[in-house]
């Protein structure tokens, strides 16, 4: 049987300081803020989230909007892109696609992220969310991003 390649575990990393631009993408989305979003650790190609749920992020039903999910994955893949980014460019969007794979209701979100292709235009990211409920953990989503490198202007 062939043996299939490995995902990258290490990134080109082509800044030093990409750490204060995690920080700014975090301190400085203000809808992410109002969200609540947490950000929980983070290293060159990966980033680690977290939301405290609160009544504001429930649909009818009372499950976690998809769209809290969804904004948690995008966002969550786009910091893990721009750690790998050079000083002076940021990470935009192109396209998300997302798989509510359960119903999500507990009492917080995780979300781990990482970068699967690092490219100089497009990079392409994956996120897992996860809904905890005391001391359990289910997988309630998982997104694919593609994410376009711009430069700062």
């Known amino acids: 049987m062939t043996e299939l390649p490995a995902l990258p575990t290490e990134y080109r990393v082509r800044n030093p300081n990409f750490a204060a631009e995690v920080e700014r993408v975090f301190s400085q989305a203000p809808f992410v803020q109002a969200l609540g979003f947490q950000l929980t650790g983070f290293e060159a190609g990966r980033c680690n989230t977290a939301l405290t749920l609160q009544e504001n992020h429930l649909q009818q039903d009372g499950y976690v909007h998809a769209g809290v999910q969804a904004t948690l994955a995008d966002h ?38 990482r970068v699967l292709k690092p490219g100089a235009r497009l990079i392409i990211a994956e996120a897992d969310v996860f809904c905890l409920n005391g001391s359990s953990a289910e997988l309630v989503a998982k997104a694919m991003v593609t994410l376009a490198v711009v430069d700062k202007r």
């Open 76 to 113: 969550s893949a786009g910091t893990a892109a721009a750690t790998l980014l050079a000083e002076g460019q940021i990470i935009l969007t192109a396209e998300f696609k997302i798989n509510l794979l359960r119903a999500a209701k507990g009492e917080r979100l995780c979300c781990q992220a």
